[in-house]
């Protein structure tokens, strides 16, 4: 399955879930979720912070509509089941799709098969290997600083005006770069590597979602 | 044939003039060598030459020309094929994190297909001999490594005119020889070539052309007056290296790796305290991770001792005032905006505001050619000014120990002069301990204690130093 693809899937399962109630393909897509999960060997340490992440909107989703929902008991135990499950299907499906994506390869793909804008591409690619570079600043900045004979502290305004003017200045020089490295907005682009979509993704994805829709419509799954 | 022409050219930047009355040809089979002192404005020149003027600031009055056509109003996709450039910031240049991506990022700007592609990044990186480093991350490269994929970028991109802008202040000596005779048969294959280099050592019996930037005019020199450019001490390579009692610093099965590269392995070292201390080696084999390590910047195992201390039984903060670096890239060493706040700054938590009054610091700012551009931001500076003025901060605060990371790089002769005068002086008169990485070693051995030689066997006290 191509990057694209798989989050198209994500995207369309998102979407539908999102208007729909049941209790059982939540749960249903979470097992898959950690089956995939597993599958990949994300560690253990994963499992415990997707579980501390989703904790509170579960519990929050699911006292706020058990407790002050409308309806009868019953109803309303759906619902705030629904809406606990939901929060779960999302975290764990967002964590399947991230434990099995490559951030290069999607973009990528996505620059290739919809077509997205290279600036935008390549955008992203050089914001996201900015992020180490700003953390070691930062830590650089604080080392002068105490050489210096300044303390800055993580709160320090001179700390990240610094960070940000220095953030400025690369992205600056790298721009330039990009342009003196043939980089045109707008002009086409040759692609070293293809990122085509596949027709067993388009199965999977074809599958998937008539499953979906037949335990919701058809069997009307809890 | 392919011409890069500037034809009385004066560049502007904030309503200052930088260059005036500029007028410089590049064709294919030239190798020209531009000198002139920190500041002058070689970057500013390259940078327009190369286009990105006035997309990227910079007021031109001209327009530069590519074979009779504004080089500005050139599509960058095929601007790259006639005209490429490599920056003096070796770690700022690269728009991906893998030096294949990277390299394939700027050939897929020229539309070539894979074959294409993986044919020209196999050549050029081959070409450079940094085949060894194709799957590398780039983060992790020194900056001598950096600069050499920068070239083989520009190789692989097949540009006919290279602009290189102080390509090599962060190369070894064998390397810089090696890219030299690179370059020169890049030329004899048709390439035209301007470089930028304070160094002139190596360049005369290589180069057609010879420029010198000299109050913001340009003067082709005449071949018959080249020899006083070229002149090297080289009689000045001997350090004593005399035993000493004390030590600054003591390694004890001390282990260093910087990512998956091991930089030191159970190595035991005793470096002079109050002396100063060369460190020399090839790029990329951990010379600057050294110092960090002593800066306790870096992770290390083993025991290391600060004046007889362990390093990680200091507190930091404390340890910080006694220990000093002046790190590789100069920008990472500033707080404030204007070079005088920074100055001001450093006065004020000096640990020897007694030594360093206000008439020595102003003789020093002279001395360095600082003079004029008080009110100036630090980010405008010059390389080389940057260099300058990051070297006196950290001078005016006189910690205990001073570790430099390549502090000359950049800087013309008379500057490196200077700059070690100042450096030997404070060293004296204050007893600090300097311990300093440089590739840039004429001229500079008379200031020298001792010479350490680090390479693939690790650390060895060493009398002769190549250059």
């Known amino acids: ?166 953030a400025l200045i690369w992205s600056n020089n790298l721009a330039m770069a990009m342009t ?43 | 044939m392919t011409e890069l022409k500037a034809n009385h050219l004066d560049i502007k930047f904030d309503d200052e003039i930088i260059l005036e009355d500029i007028s410089l040809e590049i064709r294919p089979e030239q190798f020209i060598l531009l000198v002139g002192s920190s500041g002058c404005g070689k970057s500013t020149l390259m940078t327009a030459l190369a286009g990105l003027y006035p997309k990227y600031g910079g007021e031109l009055s001209q327009e530069v020309s590519l074979n009779h056509q504004s080089i500005a109003q050139i599509k960058a996709n095929h601007r790259a094929k006639k005209v490429a450039m490599l920056f003096q910031h070796p770690d700022q240049q690269f728009a991906m994190d893998r030096v294949e991506d990277e390299l394939i990022f700027s050939l897929e700007n020229l539309s070539l297909t894979t074959e294409e592609i993986d044919k020209r990044i196999n050549s050029a990186l081959s070409e450079v001999g940094i085949e060894s480093l194709r799957h590398r991350e780039l983060s992790y490269l020194s900056g001598g490594e950096l600069q050499k994929v920068a070239l083989a970028e520009t190789l692989a991109m097949g ?20 890219l030299q005779v690179l370059l020169k048969k890049l030329v004899d294959q048709g390439h035209g070539i301007l470089v930028s280099d304070h160094d002139t050592s190596g360049y005369e019996n290589l180069i057609t052309d010879l420029y010198r930037i000299e109050n913001r005019h340009i003067a082709c020199i005449d071949s018959t007056a080249w020899s006083p450019f070229f002149k090297q001490d080289v009689n000045d390579s001997i350090v004593t290296n005399d035993e000493f009692n004390e030590s600054v610093f003591s390694m004890a099965h001390v282990t260093v790796n910087n990512g998956k590269q091991s930089i030191l392995k159970n190595s035991s070292f005793e470096w002079a305290k109050d002396k100063i201390t060369l460190i020399t080696g090839p790029n990329g084999i951990g010379k600057s991770s050294l110092l960090l390590t ?56 000096s640990h020897h505001a007694d030594y360093w009054t206000n008439e020595k610091v102003d003789r020093c700012i002279q001395k360095l050619n600082l003079i004029g551009i008080e009110k100036h931001s630090v980010y405008e500076l010059s390389g080389g000014q940057q260099k300058k003025l990051q070297i006196l901060i950290m001078l005016i605060i006189a910690p205990d120990t ?58 060895k006290y060493e009398s002769v130093v190549n250059s």
């Not at chain 1, 980089?183 to 293809?194: I, P, V």
């Not at chain 1, 388009?202 to 335990?215: D, E, F, P, T």
């Open chain 2, 159 to 178: 540009a006919e005119i290279i602009l290189l802008d102080e390509p090599f202040a962060a190369v070894d000596p064998e390397h810089r020889h090696e």
């Open chain 2, 294 to 349: 002593f800066a306790r910047l870096h992770d290390y195992e083993g025991s290391l001792l600060y004046q007889r201390k362990l390093l990680d039984k200091l507190r930091k903060k404390i340890y910080a005032r006694k220990v000093g670096l002046v790190f590789q890239n100069a920008a990472d060493q500033f707080l404030n905006i204007t070079v005088s706040e920074e100055v001001e700054q450093a006065r004020a938590h």
């Open chain 1, 1 to 166: 399955m191509n990057e694209t693809q798989k989050l198209l899937l994500v995207l369309l399962i998102s979407i539908e879930i999102a208007f729909t109630k049941s209790v059982y393909l939540n749960l249903f897509l979470i097992v898959v979720s950690i089956l995939i999960l597993i599958v990949t060997k994300s560690h253990l340490k994963t499992f415990a912070r997707l579980l501390i992440v989703s904790i509170l909107p579960a519990v929050g989703s699911f006292t706020s509509f058990y407790f002050f929902g409308t309806g009868d008991e019953s109803q309303r135990l759906h619902f705030a089941l629904v809406m606990t499950t939901r929060v779960g299907a999302y975290v764990f499906m967002g964590a399947a799709f991230m434990s099995t994506m490559v951030l290069y390869e999607l973009l990528r793909s996505l620059e290739q098969n919809v077509k997205m804008s290279a600036t935008f591409v390549y955008g992203i690619l050089g914001a996201l290997s900015f992020i180490p570079k700003i953390i070691n600043s930062v830590k650089t900045i604080r080392a002068v600083g105490l050489m210096r004979g300044e303390v800055l502290s993580f709160w320090s305004p001179k700390l990240y005006f610094k960070a940000i003017s220095q």
């Open chain 2, 402 to 459: 001073l570790l430099l990371d390549e502090p000359l790089s950049g800087l013309d002769t008379n500057s490196i002069q200077h700059v070690m005068k100042i450096i030997k002086q404070s060293s004296n008169d204050l007893e600090q301990s300097i311990i300093m990485i440089s590739h840039q070693t004429h001229g500079i051995i008379q200031y020298i204690d001792y010479h350490v030689r680090f390479d693939q066997n690790g650390l």
């Open chain 1, 180 to 222: 003196s490295h043939g980089f045109e907005e707008g002009e086409s682009r040759s692609y070293h590597r293809l990122f085509p979509t596949k027709v067993s993704g388009w199965l999977i994805i074809g599958v998937g979602m008539l499953l979906i829709q037949y335990c919701l419509f058809v069997i009307k799954l809890w």
